[in-house]
């Protein structure tokens, strides 16, 4: 079965060259047929991310063979299925990580990379966890080693990964210290069980990690912004200390001690998600779903919601995004429910 059979064409939002968040356009696409092992979504809601922003800006292609598309995760109704997915899939409600393709009507996943959502979720919350939580499982509880009873330091603890991670490592026993912009946003991470909370605009995060540590500092950081925080964030490590990047939005370079990883026994370690296979997402999210996706399905974690925006106003949700003031996952509305 497939829908695209009836319908032949959707929307998308696109862009034909790099620009600002007006670049972002309405246009009409051929409905994409499901391969092996693909499904088909009736896309509702579609998660915005940062790096949705970056590809517009011109600076993170997609990976061969993926849509053009931004959109990395979505939540939907499985409206067709490929070869090689059984039948049963069809009329499913999932969310699921994809490639590529999320800022549109229809948008093909790998069966192995979407989520059952039960009918107690809402589509808008679901289409906004995907991309955090596989992207926060993978580096801080596999990449981290993180374990009971350790302590996080994240960054930009109100963003869609702060807000996860903080979320997440309560879940999973461990100290949670986040760092904001201002004390409203502050407030935001204290509530969602951040044990130690740092306006970093108005504090030395270094020094506030020592004195809650009692001098010896944290076993893990998250760190999303690179550039002149990495020596920082080493200053913040214990020994044996494990320094996890997934993006680096103060700039890709950064100048350190290696004598100190050396001697301190430092782990520096990081990763992307989109350009990983097929077969590492379906293993990544086999173990989300038997670990962490309970969570969420039976209530006990939601994501924090900053806003809902219509597809059409894609460039508006961007520029919200890039103006640093928002608390929590922006989404899409495509086809709502």
């Given at each position: ?33 499901p ?39 979505v ?25 590529g ?9 790998h ?7 039960p ?6 919350e ?17 990449r ?40 409203a ?44 925080y ?67 399905a ?5 994501p ?34």
């Amino acid at each position: 079965m497939t829908v695209s059979s009836t319908i032949e064409t959707m929307t998308a939002m696109g862009f034909d060259a790099p620009g600002g968040p007006d670049a972002l356009r309405p246009e009409a696409l051929p409905v994409p047929e499901p391969a092996d092992g693909q499904v088909l979504l009736w896309v509702a809601y579609a998660g915005v991310n940062r790096p949705d922003v970056i590809q517009r800006r011109g600076h993170y292609p997609a990976p061969p063979g993926a849509s053009p598309i931004p959109g990395l995760e979505v939540a939907g109704t499985i409206a067709a299925i490929g070869p090689g997915v059984p039948n049963d899939y069809l009329g499913e409600r999932v969310c699921a990580l994809v490639s590529g393709g999320g800022y549109a009507e229809y948008c093909l996943a790998h069966i192995g990379h979407c989520l059952p959502v039960p009918e107690t979720m809402k589509l808008s919350e679901a289409a906004a966890i995907p991309e955090t939580l596989f992207t926060v499982w993978h580096n801080v509880f596999e990449r981290g080693w993180a374990k009971e009873g350790e302590t996080l330091l994240v960054h930009g603890g109100t963003s869609g990964i702060g807000t996860m991670a903080i979320m997440l490592g309560r879940a999973f026993g461990l100290a949670v210290i986040a760092t904001c912009g201002n004390e409203a946003k502050c407030a935001v991470a204290g509530e969602l069980g951040a044990d130690l909370v740092i306006n970093y605009r108005a504090t030395d995060f270094i020094d506030e990690v020592r004195k809650f540590t009692d001098g010896e500092g944290v076993e893990i950081v998250l760190d999303m912004v690179s550039g002149d925080y990495v020596a920082r964030n080493l200053a913040c490590l214990k020994d044996d200390g494990r320094h996890v990047t997934i993006a680096v939005l103060g700039g890709p370079k950064a100048e350190i001690n290696m004598a100190q990883v050396m001697s301190r026994r430092l782990t520096m370690t990081g990763s992307t998600l989109r350009p990983r296979s097929d077969a590492f997402k379906t293993l990544l999210a086999g173990e989300i779903e038997r670990n962490a996706w309970p969570l969420f399905a039976e209530g006990r974690l939601r994501p924090v919601m900053d806003g809902i925006f219509p597809l059409a106003e894609a460039g508006t949700a961007h520029s919200r995004m890039e103006a640093g003031e928002h608390i929590g996952k922006i989404v899409l509305e495509v086809a709502g429910g």
